[in-house]
């Protein structure tokens, strides 16, 4: 009773926690992005893009080698989360044995495999679906047709911070994983792993002031570039030019 009763409290407190962290972590990158370094990666990918298809032709070699280097480590995590929910179907089986009732009798053993099973999964699905996303994006951004059409760059942007954040959430994945797997030895060791997880992802998602300011300068100094650039192709209306046409017409 005494090792019930400390299940039903301290591991969905230990979940709690861990959600509650991601809850804030959420709200903070759709309130204030430049504060997390999910939302300054986000920022930087998208200046890393539109500096990649300014001339296509030049930078499609690099472009296409850092995506790749994504998708192999997306792929990495991926064999690494199926081959593992696989050795733990393997290990269920092979403890039940061939009466297929027998998970009834071990209810809370088979729970914990079955959330770690499910979070292994979760994270092969997403990883998989980080890799769907970079060979788009690896297509996509060197079409030279697309260079001048700010519209179809900003949706290369979308697509690869879309597989980015698929990758984010496959890790995250891994990371439950490890209060999950700390459950097989009590839920007192679970409940502390959650809070040490979600006090040192605190610290690993978070940036400091001067990381904020440095990325913000870096911003606006390559938004000041690409408005010169921009404004070299529509140049704007002399101010005296404009003045002179109207005192001609009068």
């Not at 990649?52 to 990495?76: C, E, F, H, W, Y």
């Not at 060197?142 to 890790?171: F, V």
């Not at 010169?228 to 109207?246: E, F, I, K, R, V």
Request: a neutral charge.
């Amino acid at each position: 009773m005494d090792k019930e009763f400390l299940e039903l409290v301290f591991v969905p407190l230990g979940l709690l926690v861990f959600l509650m962290y991601h809850v804030w972590l959420v709200s903070t990158i759709l309130r204030n992005p430049l504060r997390t370094v999910i939302g300054l990666n986000a920022e930087s990918r998208h200046q890393w893009v539109l500096t990649m298809m300014s001339d296509p032709l030049k930078n499609g070699v690099l472009a296409v080698q850092t995506i790749r280097n994504n998708i192999m480590a997306s792929t990495l995590l991926a064999t690494t989360a199926i081959t593992l929910s696989s050795l733990i179907g393997i290990f269920a089986s092979g403890s039940w044995g061939s009466d297929d009732t027998a998970f009834l009798t071990y209810s809370g053993s088979s729970v914990k495999r079955i959330s770690i099973t499910i979070c292994f999964l979760v994270a092969f699905l997403c990883n998989v679906q980080s890799i769907r996303y970079y060979c788009h994006v690896s297509f996509l951004i060197t079409a030279p047709t697309l260079r001048d059409k700010r519209e179809y760059m900003e949706y290369i942007a979308k697509t690869l911070n879309r597989g980015s954040h698929s990758w984010s959430i496959g890790l995250r994945a891994f990371y439950l994983s490890f209060p999950l797997f700390l459950w097989i030895y009590g839920p007192i060791p679970m409940f502390a792993c959650c809070c040490l997880t979600s006090l040192i992802l605190y610290f690993l998602d978070t940036t400091a002031k001067i990381t904020r300011e440095f990325h913000s300068n870096s911003f606006k100094k390559e938004r000041e570039t690409d408005d010169a650039d921009n404004s070299d192709y529509y140049p704007l209306p002399d101010n005296n030019l404009s003045q002179n046409q109207g005192v001609d017409h009068v």
